[in-house]
């Protein structure tokens, strides 16, 4: 039988850096997306994960056959108002605001919720960046306390530290989505206000040295995991 990572983290590397660059988003996510997170998390929850991935794609089109869901199957949480990039297709008017977060408190009460209603799927930050909140370890945590099976967390990578991606790890999260937007220095500046993409760069090779070693890829593993963006991550082998 081949062997499956325990832990589905799924790295999604956003770009719109030329065609070349999308085709290989385009691999990745038809990689990961469906294939790894059904099937890892299905041994892990069983059929409650398939059932709850079911439930979802049939609400995508309630317009169509006219059955609606009598709760969200995914709570999206913006924790805070703000950001530290200044992204040019931000459709939030998050810079000109006072500065707003959610109370810890909140956000567990708002997690109890959807836990005693049996809907399994918590999207953290679209419109900000997530990692700003200060409790959002406390928040990751309860919400796997919680049961929440699919924890997708949305993120610029600017602040992905080794140690934050140790806890990711070690937590399980299932789906990382870093979005990225540039290819080149330049145009990573010039779409997110400054360039940072070096330091993206870095804190995602990171992040994946620690998701391979930390969970041992076998062989067969190995040649499932879809090729990287950067010559950092494309040089750098997983094997253990």
């Not at 409650?48 to 794609?57: E, Q």
């Not at 992204?87 to 939030?92: D, E, G, K």
């Not at 997530?130 to 610029?156: H, P, Q, W």
Request: charged letters at 20%.
């Amino acid at each position: 039988m081949r062997k499956l990572l325990y832990l589905p983290i799924l790295l999604f590397l956003i770009s719109c850096g030329g065609k070349g660059v999308e085709g290989q988003v385009g691999q990745i996510i038809s990689i990961a997306a469906e294939e790894n997170l059904e099937e890892i998390q299905s041994q892990k929850y069983g059929e409650a994960f398939l059932d709850y991935r079911r439930r979802y794609f049939h609400s995508l089109n309630s317009d169509k056959h006219g059955q609606w869901p009598d709760f969200a199957h995914t709570l999206t949480l913006e924790f805070v108002n703000r950001c530290n990039l200044s992204c040019s297709m931000c459709y939030i008017a998050n810079h000109s605001f006072s500065k707003s977060s959610l109370s810890l408190e909140s956000v567990k009460n708002l997690i109890d919720e959807i836990a005693v209603k049996g809907k399994t799927g918590l999207l953290l930050g679209v419109g900000s960046e997530g990692l700003l909140f200060k409790e959002v370890r406390e928040t990751i945590s309860y919400a796997k306390e919680a049961g929440i099976m699919d924890i997708i967390l949305m993120t610029n990578g600017t602040l992905l530290t080794q140690e934050l991606s140790e806890f990711l790890v070690q937590q399980e999260v299932s789906r990382v989505c870093i979005s990225i937007d540039a290819a080149t220095s330049e145009t990573y500046e010039k779409v997110r206000g400054k360039d940072q993409l070096q330091k993206v760069e870095k804190n995602v090779r990171t992040f994946g040295i620690l998701f391979f070693y930390h969970r041992g890829l076998s062989g067969s593993n190995h040649r499932r995991q879809p090729k990287m963006l950067f010559p950092c991550l494309e040089n750098q082998s997983f094997h253990v």
